[in-house]
């Protein structure tokens, strides 16, 4: 599916940069308390939640290590049944307290494919902090910015085959109106 989107009259502000910053100080404040006395890795899975990533682990006041996963599932607004996986994480992960950072929760696929992968080094446990998550997603998150509904959103970090993730805000996208699907 080719999609066209005729210049910023198709998105629409859903969270503001400084709503986003708001709520990711609380977020942080929870996660900071939580790993006070614990050994923690905190995993961004790219490329998604970079900055969502970037913000979070900046504002976190308990000494902790950082990694990187690298996975993709999306072709356009449409999530593909093949999850690859391009980078695995280089630290130990055993007897580690791990915490996932993931841009958002939609059927909980590719969070299980990362388990999956991180249960095999044996961490002393594993968290998901998420900026977003779908009301109707029945995963269960430790830690998540915001809820949404159906719609397809972009910007900070989040993409619409590669493009808007320098948005510095989140945005939802109106297909119905000012885009033409071909
Ligand atoms: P899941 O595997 O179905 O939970 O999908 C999660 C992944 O799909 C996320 O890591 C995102 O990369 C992508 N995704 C799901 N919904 C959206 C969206 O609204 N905008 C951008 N990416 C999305
Ligand atoms: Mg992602």
């Known amino acids: 599916m080719n999609i066209q989107i005729s210049?910023?009259?198709a998105l629409s502000v859903l969270y503001s940069e400084k709503e986003i910053k708001k709520r990711l100080a609380v977020l942080a404040q929870q996660i900071s308390f939580d790993y006070k006395e614990k050994d923690l890795v905190v995993l961004c899975?790219?490329?998604?939640a970079m900055f969502f990533?970037?913000?979070?682990?900046?504002?976190l006041n308990c000494s902790l290590k950082v990694?990187?996963?690298?996975?993709?599932?999306?072709?356009?607004?449409?999530?593909s049944q093949n999850l690859k996986v391009h980078l695995t994480p280089?630290?130990?992960?055993?007897?580690?307290?791990?915490?996932?950072v993931e841009d958002i929760?939609?059927?909980?696929?590719?969070?299980?494919?990362?388990?999956?992968?991180?249960e095999k080094?044996?961490?002393?446990?594993?968290?998901?902090?998420?900026?977003?998550?779908?009301?109707?997603?029945?995963?269960?998150?430790?830690?998540?910015?915001?809820?949404?509904?159906?719609?397809?959103?972009?910007?900070?970090?989040?993409?619409?085959?590669?493009?808007?993730r320098n948005l510095p805000y989140l945005a939802t996208l109106n297909p119905s109106k000012e885009t033409s699907l071909t």
């Open 90 to 100: 280089q630290v130990n992960l055993r007897g580690k307290d791990v915490l996932i």
């Open 67 to 79: 990694d990187f996963i690298k996975i993709s599932s999306y072709e356009g607004m449409k999530s």
């Open 121 to 164: 080094s044996r961490p002393k446990s594993i968290k998901l902090a998420t900026l977003l998550k779908r009301q109707d997603s029945s995963y269960d998150i430790d830690y998540c910015a915001f809820s949404i509904q159906g719609e397809f959103v972009v910007g900070y970090g989040l993409d619409l085959d590669g493009n808007y």
């Open 7 to 9: 210049g910023k009259q």
């Open 45 to 48: 899975i790219l490329n998604g």
């Open 53 to 59: 990533f970037t913000e979070l682990v900046l504002k």
């Open 105 to 118: 929760v939609d059927t909980g696929r590719t969070i299980k494919e990362i388990l999956l992968i991180l």
